[in-house]
């Protein structure tokens, strides 16, 4: 058995903790850490804005003139630059070091998601099993491994701020104002105690050198197995217009269109944990130290969920796995638009991301697969879709997390919630009706060709 496959994913999942043990934890902390005048809130806003244009057009030319693997590595260092602004964070470091991480932020995640499509088909081809099978299960196993960056990231945040000789405690008169039983946007949009400034320096510092690790691990290891594909594409370059446009022209395709609801509700719902339930549930109740806590409790049920559920989906199908994600979204946000936090229920503070992370690694695992499954001619192209798709969701939640209540925000994320369970199945049921036949993407040995599309690209042969 080729065990090279298998060893590429690993490095890029390993790859993506460094980097989001870094990023992650940045974004859970945004809008408590910086809360001044919503700095933190609008340079995520800034962020998911970024990715959206980035989109429209970077995937495509990054990936065919640079190869997935060194995509994935300059990417990288957009991200690294993020961590570098909030070293000392102002208007005029956080925006552009977000605007920067948002043009590396789409062709990261294609970059990726091509990759790991690439290796599931190579990998599905040797052992003479279904393509999205293979995918599935790889995908599995990257969540399994990346989610984790929750925990290590926001572990790191509450055992260096939990150093603080700043903490105070919660008054009963700032407690009404934590939870959505209480509107009003001015009260809760005031700043909390922050930590000490030199605690915030050790902890950006570390985020910075495990990003910077994050880079020399897939420029080490990581193997480069479109290189031929890369090649040809720089030897016989498409005009740029036609890949700038590859991604808007799979909007011709219904079953892309009918997807757009549930991509924009992952955006919705990992935007409502990371910056509502983190400041105005965990923040406003308990501190700013619990804020990692939480987050943990996130990550590590995201993460054994991603790995137990890419596996289940060659039994039960992408479907039932949907709505079970569907079923605990709708619990989790109905119980949170009636419950008034309490310190004294602090085993439920740590209860909801937790469930979160069991829904999150179903959107996140079967999403990402659907995509590969669905379009497997135009990878590039739909990954771009999916990561602007979900970029807006991030964008409009975080737009409008200043200005309204919320519980407004509670109802829209319903919304949209509800609106996915409408169209998803129509996607569903197209693709069992008319299944998308899957493409030989080739092997690792003996030089041999996969057509694609009319092209011909040649896989280089890789030693076991």
Same mark, same amino acid.
Request: aromatic share 14%.
């Given at each position: 058995m080729n065990r090279r496959n298998l060893? +590429?994913?690993?490095?890029?999942?390993?790859g993506f903790l460094s980097l989001f043990t870094a990023y992650g934890g940045l974004q859970s902390l945004q809008s408590s850490l910086n809360a001044e005048e919503g700095m933190g809130v609008a340079s995520l806003s800034v962020i998911y804005a970024s990715i959206i244009i980035s989109s429209m057009f970077l995937p495509p030319l990054m990936i065919k003139n640079l190869g997935c693997k060194w995509t994935i590595v300059v990417s990288m260092a957009c991200y690294v630059s993020y961590s570098f602004g909030n070293l000392? !964070? *102002?208007?005029?470091?956080?925006? !552009?070091?977000? &605007?920067?991480?948002?043009l590396g932020g789409s062709p990261l995640w294609s970059a990726k998601c091509t990759y790991l499509t690439i290796s599931g088909n190579l990998q599905a081809s040797i052992d003479g099993k279904k393509g999205s099978d293979v995918i599935n299960s790889y995908f599995g196993i990257f969540f399994f491994i990346f989610q984790s960056s929750a925990v290590w990231g926001n572990l790191m945040s509450s055992l260096i701020f939990?150093?603080?000789? +700043?903490?105070? %405690? $919660?008054s009963e008169e700032m407690l009404q104002y934590c939870g959505a039983n209480v509107c009003d946007v001015t009260l809760s949009n005031t700043t909390t105690p922050k930590p000490e400034q030199k605690l915030v320096h050790i902890l950006v510092g570390c985020y910075i050198g495990v990003g910077i690790l994050a880079m020399i691990i897939v420029a080490v290891f990581l193997d480069n197995i479109d290189q031929e594909q890369t090649r040809q594409f720089r *030897? +016989?370059?498409? !005009?740029?217009?036609?890949?700038?446009? %590859?991604?808007? %022209?799979?909007?011709?395709?219904?079953?892309?269109l009918m997807l757009i609801p549930l991509t924009m509700y992952s955006g919705f719902e990992q935007s409502f944990l990371s910056g509502e339930y983190t400041k105005n549930y965990v923040t406003c109740a308990l501190g700013i130290h619990y804020v990692g806590y939480a987050? $943990?409790?996130f990550g590590a049920t995201n993460s054994v969920c991603s790995f137990a559920f890419g596996k289940l989906a060659e039994y039960t199908g992408r479907a039932p796995l949907f709505f079970l994600a569907a079923l605990i979204n709708l619990s989790c946000i109905l119980a949170l638009l009636f419950w008034k936090p309490d310190p004294g229920q602090r085993p439920l503070f740590f209860v909801f991301p937790a469930l979160w992370g069991m829904a999150d690694a179903i959107w996140q695992t079967q999403t990402n697969a659907l995509y590969g499954v669905l379009f497997p001619r135009a990878k590039e192209a739909a990954f771009a879709n999916y990561r602007m798709w979900e970029s807006l969701g991030f964008v409009i939640a975080? &737009?409008?997390?200043?200005? $309204?209540?919320?519980e407004t925000k509670l109802y829209i994320l319903l919304s949209v919630l509800l609106l996915t369970a409408v169209t998803y199945p129509v996607v569903e049921y197209a693709e069992n009706k008319n299944p998308t036949p899957p493409i030989e993407e080739g092997i690792y040995s003996n030089k041999k060709e996969a057509k694609e599309g009319g092209s011909t690209f040649i896989i280089a042969e890789l030693s076991l």
């Open positions: 060893k +590429n994913v690993l490095v890029v999942s390993i000392y !964070p *102002g208007w005029y470091t956080l925006i !552009p070091t977000s &605007a920067i991480l948002g939990g150093q603080d000789s +700043n903490k105070t %405690s $919660i *030897g +016989n370059r498409e !005009p740029f217009c036609q890949t700038f446009l %590859s991604t808007f %022209s799979l909007l011709k395709d219904r079953r892309l987050m $943990i409790c975080f &737009a409008y997390s200043t200005f $309204i209540c919320l």
